[in-house]
């Protein structure tokens, strides 16, 4: 049975000390200042025991640096590019806030301004929003591992990640940027602008994966750069692996397109390509190696502004303007007619 007691100390103060049996039977205590801060605290651990979320308060104080090392031993299907990246973010952004601090210890006003001090320092939201998501997993692991009730990583505000950056290059532009830049890079300046691949599936192309009769490529493997060496790896997702179909094929960037511009602009560009002649979204997400349209939709929706005016355009109704005139003309006369009755 849960019961409190009234403990004085040797200094002469007062505390109320919480005593309850935890689900297996041991028995539990915490002290407090007042009373009914102990009576509150049995309430919720009844509740929790009852709920089955309790949570023993010990299984808390473990480290977070601790526990990090032990529950990412257990995170499985990345890839080694994707392991060696979220090393960085731990071992920059994630660990030297938050090892020494204990699991239970950490409140979401703490995350809050370690968001915030990460902005301040004037980290990009992408790399921020990043190290946000191991931080949130591996708090999710410790509720997981019932080392605590919940995660402080809630009603976090994350910095906002605008998509002003994107570069979307007309078709005279990637053929303007292919023929200026280094002829070796040329065949790999159209293939991106005109499949969507990304720069590793492409730079992970030979001739076994090319079907000149068919004009197919097929991505099945990708080509990284890990801690300094190259790495052949499994496409991100099984929709990534694919076959694209490619069209028949009948200092750059400074004097061309302008800055800034990135190769995976290309893929964008790619993308506005398909939209502006009408694609379905569900054929460019197959072209993209995306598991969902919907990450079509978020991305790239804003350049389908105006195709909704177009569509309506190209409506032709199913009568003419004299049919419309004597529908109104017929209408009128009978109106008049009753009125005559009246």
């Known amino acids: 049975m849960a019961s409190i007691r009234k403990v ?3 200094s002469g103060r007062t505390s109320w000390q919480a005593r ?13 200042d007042r009373r009914v801060d102990a009576e509150r605290h049995l309430t919720t651990v009844e509740a929790r025991k009852l709920a089955g979320t309790y949570v023993d308060p010990r299984a808390g104080r473990l480290k977070l640096g601790d526990f990090t090392e032990k529950t990412t031993l257990g995170w499985l299907n990345r890839r080694d590019s994707t392991k060696a990246r979220d090393d960085s973010y731990l071992k920059s952004l994630i660990l030297p806030a938050f090892a020494d601090a204990s699991l239970g210890a950490v409140h979401p006003t703490d995350i809050q301004r370690w968001v915030a001090q990460l902005d301040a320092d004037g980290y990009a939201p992408a790399t921020i929003r990043k190290a946000f998501q191991l931080l949130s997993r591996i708090f999710s692991d410790a509720v997981q591992a019932e080392l605590i009730v919940r995660s402080p990583c809630r009603n976090i505000t994350l910095p906002r990640v605008t998509s002003s950056d994107m570069r979307f290059l007309s078709p005279d532009e990637i053929g303007h940027l292919a023929d200026a830049i280094d002829p070796r890079y ?3 300046v159209i293939t991106a602008g005109y499949t969507g691949c990304r720069f590793g599936e492409i730079a992970a192309l030979d001739l076994d994966h090319y ?7 097929h991505v099945e493997r990708s080509l990284s750069e890990v801690r300094g060496h190259l790495r052949l790896s499994e496409p991100k997702t099984p929709a990534a692996r694919r076959a694209i179909t490619i069209p028949a094929w009948l200092p750059a960037v400074a004097d061309l397109v302008g800055p800034p511009m990135r190769f995976h602009d290309l893929r964008h560009s790619h993308v506005a390509l398909l939209i502006q002649q009408g694609t379905h979204p ?5 072209r993209l190696g995306h598991v969902s349209v919907k990450t079509v939709l978020d991305v790239y929706g804003h350049l389908s502004e105006g195709l909704d005016r177009d569509a309506a355009d190209t409506l032709e109704p199913p009568w003419i303007e004299s049919d419309v005139d004597a529908m109104w003309t017929r209408r009128s006369e009978r109106r008049n007619t009753g009125r005559g009755l009246t």
Do not use: Y
């Open 8 to 10: 004085i100390h040797e």
């Open 211 to 217: 079907d000149p009769d068919r004009r197919l490529i």
């Open 186 to 188: 040329r065949a790999m």
């Open 20 to 32: 309850w049996r935890d689900p297996a039977g041991a028995q539990r205590s915490r002290n407090f």
């Open 282 to 286: 569900s054929v460019i997400a197959a």
